[in-house]
């Protein structure tokens, strides 16, 4: 299955939006409603921000929101914090127990 | 909380086996309600899962990579594990061991093991 695409980049100053898509298809994002997003700081592990869509595992700030239409879905990180800067992947469960990443997303902090 | 450790050896040569181990503390390989995967990362890129193995022993992998992965778990020692043969450089990786509590998303990490394939 093929990898699904992300912008490699995307930025915004510090208390602004911003929005990582994540397009698949319609045998992925299109049709699950399990996709998961991962922050990834330099040098660590990544860590779980979102799963089935728009679902926050505890501790994780309610600034980070996901969504889904159609065969793409959105992360979107509001109120940006310095710390917010990271590699930002997206995961979708494609079928056939197949697990399938996005190529990731680097965010900078202006 | 679980956490999960990666061991194995760092530096292979071009069509030897990959084996690597993950130890699992805070939790069981044998609940009935999880999952634990293997994923790896090349130096500079993302992410790409390699299998999953439940806690019943079924395992799911990765059609790209073409039967080269095995994945066992050895409950009693809250350990699962994973091979990988054939290697090349391509399959040159930080491997990370993770646990899925639901089979859909990867919620503890362990840190990572660089795996190094050269002649």
């Known amino acids: 299955q093929s990898a699904l695409t992300q912008p490699p980049s995307a930025s915004g100053s510090p208390g602004q939006s911003v929005t990582i898509s994540c397009t698949g298809a319609?045998?992925?994002?299109?049709?699950?409603?399990?996709v998961s997003w991962y922050q990834q700081h330099p040098g660590e592990a990544p860590k779980l921000l979102i799963y089935?869509?728009?679902k926050r595992p505890s501790g994780v700030p309610d600034r980070f929101s996901g969504s889904k239409s159609g065969n793409t879905a959105s992360l979107t990180v509001s109120g940006l914090q310095a710390e917010d800067e990271a590699d930002y992947y997206c995961?979708?469960?494609?079928?056939?127990?197949?697990?399938?990443f996005g190529g990731g997303t680097k965010l900078t902090v202006l | 909380q679980v956490q999960l450790q990666e061991s194995g050896p760092g530096l292979l040569k071009p069509s030897e086996t990959l084996s690597l181990n993950c130890t699992v503390s805070?939790?069981?390989?044998?609940?009935?309600?999880?999952?634990w995967g293997w994923i790896r990362q090349p130096p500079g890129k993302g992410l790409e899962w390699i299998a999953t193995?439940?806690?019943?022993?079924?395992?799911y992998n990765n059609p790209s990579l073409r039967g080269r992965v095995t994945i066992s778990s050895d409950t009693s020692r809250s350990q699962f594990s994973l091979k990988l043969s054939s290697v090349t450089a391509a399959d040159t990786a930080v491997y990370y061991c993770?646990?899925?509590?639901?089979?859909?998303?990867?919620?503890?990490w362990g840190q990572g093991s660089l795996v190094t394939v050269s002649s």
């Open positions: 993770a646990a899925q509590p639901q089979y859909f998303h990867f919620t503890y």
């Open positions: 805070g939790g069981s390989t044998s609940s009935s309600q999880s999952y």
């Open positions: 193995i439940s806690h019943g022993g079924a395992t």
């Open positions: 319609s045998s992925d994002i299109g049709y699950w409603k399990y």
């Open positions: 089935e869509v728009s």
């Open positions: 995961n979708s469960y494609a079928g056939n127990n197949n697990l399938v």
